[in-house]
């Protein structure tokens, strides 16, 4: 199913922060949500995952069971070892508990940290920290994941691996939506980029366009 915005308008105080935004995500596919600080990247977010409602225009997205959402500035879950933030991911999972653990294994080693299983969180690179956090999205079992900034205190080496990991996760047919600074990171790994000015969308559609564009 398509995310659709349909002239969206975000206003505060009379100020505007988005603007007749039209726009569409498609599903199973890898989009970057690009743009300047403060050009409405992380509005644009809790928009779509419903934590705020826009001042007018319509929003059409999956029922929030759907989304698995991790916000730019999240802070350490205190005295919890890797695992056990993996397996909070499943508390609404109907699931045996001796299959949980199978799978904790299986998100761990999907996200290249098995050797962090019994780990404390707050020991961890910020790096080895998105893995987790990227492994308690597929602990969810949903179909799209969303994530604000999660590379913003990466090294470069460590991005780089990082992308590659989601253009992995997005092949099992999750919809990976990203906001991120790394434009050109952008450019190789996504599918779509949305850019955004001003709370306005200034492009929206394929990276071969926006390349084009770009050029």
Known sequence: MKILLKNVEYIVNNVKILDKIDVSIA????????????SGKTTLLSLLTSNINPSSGEIITPISEKISYIPQKIQDPPFLKVYEIVLSGMTLLNLDKKYKYKLIDKY?????IRKLYSKYFYDLSEGEKQRVWLAFCLSQSREIIIMDEPLSSIDQASKLEFYELLREIQSLRKTIILVTHDINSAMIFSDEIIQIDDGKIIFSGPVSDYTLKTK
Do not use: D, R
Request: overall charge neutral.
């Open 27 to 38: 599903p199973e596919k890898f989009t970057s949500i690009v743009g300047a600080n403060g």
């Open 108 to 112: 761990l080693s999907q996200c290249g």
